[in-house]
């Protein structure tokens, strides 16, 4: 009998304007509904700066993010630099000395590439540091090249923004002749 008060009759479910109670809880599922229909309504139209926007499947395209994007530019090179030994008996990479590798930024175990000035040779390979004024091919790369070989030695970098190349022209006994660091084509 009491619950019948409270609640309502379940005979007669529509005498909640008769129980204030009821009435509260009615109002409020009410209420309750209606912000659910606001935010689902809002969450599909939201404002933008210049009104009103669909934010469901439409055909407009999407504004364009920034995607970075990374170029291969040049980081070191060796211009000049002569072959005083190759050694086909050792696995491959190239020995640079450990002065001429610092000149340039060259790390041990960077990939460099390795291109004959006197005929048409090109290898990849990695460097690593020896002695003063060596310059030795080691490995496969030992077919390719023979003492007193002119080469260009260089080093790439992956980088989004401008970097300034550190180069040096070597002389006979692989000794930096000059500094090209402010890059110049006339030499």
Not at 55 to 75: A, E, F, H, I
Request: charged share 20%; aromatic share 12%; hydrophobic share 45%.
């Amino acid at each position: 009998m009491a619950l019948q008060i409270l609640f309502g009759s379940p005979v007669y479910p529509l005498d909640f304007y008769y129980k204030p109670l009821t009435s509260l809880v009615w109002i409020g599922a009410g209420i309750y509904f209606l912000g659910g229909l606001i935010a689902a309504f809002y969450r599909r139209f939201r404002p933008g700066p210049k009104g009103p926007r669909w934010n469901g499947r439409s055909k407009r395209r999407r504004p364009k993010r920034w995607k970075m994007r990374l170029s291969q530019l040049l980081k070191a090179k060796l211009h000049q630099a002569r072959v005083t030994y190759a050694n086909p008996e050792y696995v491959g990479s190239i020995e640079i000395g450990r002065d001429l590798m610092e000149a340039v930024g060259l790390m041990d175990g960077e990939l460099v590439h390795v291109w004959a000035v006197d005929h048409t040779a090109r290898i990849e390979t990695y460097c690593f540091a020896g002695p003063p004024g060596v310059i030795g091919l080691n490995g496969g790369a030992a077919h390719f090249f023979q003492p007193g070989d002119r080469l260009v030695i260089a080093a790439f970098d992956l980088s989004d923004e401008p970097i300034i190349p550190k180069i040096a022209l070597l002389g006979e006994n692989n000794a930096i002749v000059r500094d090209m660091t402010p890059f110049s084509v006339l030499g």
